[in-house]
């Protein structure tokens, strides 16, 4: 009879400890991450899904420490003030680190590089960046590039998009003369519209990082633990390899023209994706249904 006692206190004593144990794990060990996914191969919208380099780095961070991650796709240049008012944990956006940004949140360690580029149309006459004066640029509002031209060619000169994907139609449409942007998904955009081509710029290499709170220092050394043992793995390495291959086909978006309404993806799971993509997924869906969508798309 004691003995029953005793068993059935450590099973009550097991089964308190196992409901908090996920109770904590429900409040508690969920990552938060901020992007704006239409920047491949970093970020971009496949299915209702986003994947790419920096949802593959945030998930496999989040394994790393017991966490769920949930992406939530926003303009970019709302990403730094959510990370610094807490309305997401991190940003993982290809972004660049600068002094600038550095005053308003921390940055992880670098884990890419990437530099700003010129994308124009085939038989344009621009062909150096001493070519843009008096031209029509497009960038992506917020961006390195929108910050670099406007302040050597002037605002008048310079027409905002709120992503990559827009600035591109732009130009396609002949609304802009060229459009200035990261490296690779200059080279995404050129594979999926014919008729344009990129031109190498003389912009410094920019070093890539995870935007954390300025008091969130317990997130920042926890990611950087994780980023140094999955770059230690080799596994940082295996992901930009997978979108980025040193020789042969990238693994590249479906060409999308459909921009109006960023896409709310929520606890994506597994970002694992195929490496066929299949043809019908051209026409994404963006689900604006909770309450972050709204909150994102009012900014
Ligand atoms: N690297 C650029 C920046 O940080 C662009 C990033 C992006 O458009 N996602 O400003």
Redesign the pocket.
């Known amino acids: 009879m004691k003995h029953v006692k005793i068993l059935s206190l450590i099973l009550v004593f097991a089964l308190a400890i196992g409901a908090f144990a996920s109770c904590g794990g429900k409040t508690t060990k969920k990552l938060v991450m901020g992007?704006?996914a239409s920047?491949p191969p970093?970020?971009y919208v496949e299915g209702n899904e986003i994947v790419g380099i920096d949802a593959e780095i945030a998930q496999a961070v989040a394994e790393k420490l017991g966490m769920a991650l949930e992406i939530k796709d926003m303009e970019?240049d709302s990403l730094i003030p959510a990370v610094a008012n807490g309305s997401i944990d991190i940003a993982l956006?290809?972004?660049?680190v600068?002094d600038e940004r550095k005053e308003s949140v921390n940055f992880s360690d670098s884990y890419a590089t990437?530099v700003q580029v010129i994308i124009v149309k085939e038989d344009s006459d621009i062909a150096s960046p001493d070519d843009l004066a008096g031209k029509k640029i497009g960038v992506?509002t917020?961006?390195?590039?929108?910050?670099y031209i406007t302040k050597e060619y002037g605002q008048e000169n310079v027409s905002q998009y709120s992503?990559?994907s827009l600035a591109v139609q732009a130009l396609l449409n002949g609304q802009v003369d060229c459009v200035v942007?990261?490296n690779e998904?200059a080279k995404n955009y050129v594979a999926q519209n014919a008729g344009l081509k990129i031109l190498e710029t003389e912009y410094t290499t920019?070093n890539?990082a995870a935007a954390i709170a300025k008091n969130n220092t317990e997130l920042l050394e926890k990611f950087n633990k994780a980023l140094a043992e999955l770059t230690a793995e080799g596994k940082i390495a295996e992901i930009i390899e997978k979108y980025i291959p040193s020789d042969g086909e990238a693994v590249t978006p479906e060409p999308d023209t459909s921009e109006s309404a960023p896409v709310e993806t929520s606890e994506t799971e597994a970002v694992e994706t195929s490496e066929s993509v299949p043809a019908e997924s051209s026409e994404t869906t963006a689900e604006t249904t909770s309450e972050e969508a709204t909150e994102t798309t009012a900014a």
């Not at 956006?93 to 660049?96: D, K, L, Q, R, V």
């Not at 917020?142 to 910050?147: E, Q």
């Open positions: 992007t704006n920047f970093y970020e970019f956006a290809g972004m660049t600068t990437g992506q917020g961006t390195t590039g929108d910050i992503n990559g942007i990261d998904p920019e890539y």
